[in-house]
C-alpha cells in the first residue's frame, strides 16, 4: 500500500460493516504516517485496476497489531482476507514478531467469524480502554 492508494481504500473502508473510521488515525495524514512507520505490512489486493482488499498491520517491537482487514462484498469468499493476512503475518514475522492481534466490535458478526476462521482467539478476562491525546 501506498498513500496513493488512499482515496480507493477508504472508499472501500467506507463499504464495509464493523469498521470504525475516524478522523485523526484514518485521515490521509494519519495512513501516510502508519504507513512510513509499517512499509512492509500494509498491503491492499488490486483487480482491474481497483483496489478491492485492504490490510493495514504493524508492531511496537514486541506484538503486532491488525487494522482495518477489508474486502470489497463482491470479492468476499474468494481468499483474498486470507492471503492479505498470509502475506502481513509473514512480513510481522520477518520482523521478529510472533505475536498479533485484532481489535473485532462485539456487532461485527463477519468480522469475529472471520477472525476465528483463521486461529485467533477471544479473550473474555479484559477489555480495551483508551483515551484521546
Same mark, same amino acid.
Given at each position: 500500500?501506498?498513500?496513493?492508494?488512499?482515496? %480507493?481504500?477508504?472508499?472501500?473502508?467506507?463499504?464495509?460493516?464493523g469498521i470504525d473510521l475516524n478522523e485523526i488515525?484514518?485521515?490521509?495524514?494519519?495512513?501516510?504516517?502508519?504507513?512510513?512507520?509499517?512499509?512492509?505490512?500494509?498491503?491492499?489486493?488490486?483487480?482491474?485496476?481497483?483496489?478491492?482488499?485492504?490490510?493495514?498491520?504493524?508492531h511496537d517491537g514486541r506484538r503486532g497489531s491488525?487494522?482495518?482487514?477489508?474486502?470489497?462484498?463482491?470479492?468476499?469468499?474468494?481468499?483474498?482476507?486470507?492471503?492479505?493476512?498470509?502475506?502481513?503475518?509473514?512480513?510481522?514475522?520477518? %520482523?521478529?514478531?510472533?505475536?498479533?492481534?485484532?481489535f473485532v466490535y462485539e456487532n461485527n458478526h463477519?468480522?469475529?467469524?472471520?477472525?476465528?476462521?483463521?486461529?485467533?482467539?477471544?479473550?473474555?478476562?479484559?477489555?480495551?480502554?483508551?483515551?484521546?491525546?
Amino acid at each position: 500500500m501506498v498513500i496513493e492508494d488512499y482515496a %480507493q481504500v477508504m472508499d472501500l473502508w467506507k463499504s464495509c460493516e464493523g469498521i470504525d473510521l475516524n478522523e485523526i488515525d484514518e485521515s490521509k495524514e494519519g495512513v501516510a504516517r502508519y504507513l512510513k512507520r509499517n512499509p512492509k505490512t500494509c498491503l491492499v489486493e488490486e483487480k482491474d485496476g481497483r483496489i478491492v482488499g485492504v490490510i493495514m498491520a504493524g508492531h511496537d517491537g514486541r506484538r503486532g497489531s491488525i487494522h482495518h482487514l477489508a474486502v470489497r462484498e463482491k470479492y468476499r469468499k474468494q481468499g483474498i482476507g486470507k492471503s492479505l493476512l498470509a502475506c502481513v503475518t509473514e512480513a510481522l514475522k520477518k %520482523q521478529g514478531i510472533r505475536k498479533t492481534g485484532i481489535f473485532v466490535y462485539e456487532n461485527n458478526h463477519i468480522g469475529k467469524e472471520f477472525w476465528n476462521s483463521q486461529g485467533f482467539l477471544s479473550h473474555d478476562d479484559y477489555f480495551y480502554m483508551d483515551k484521546e491525546l
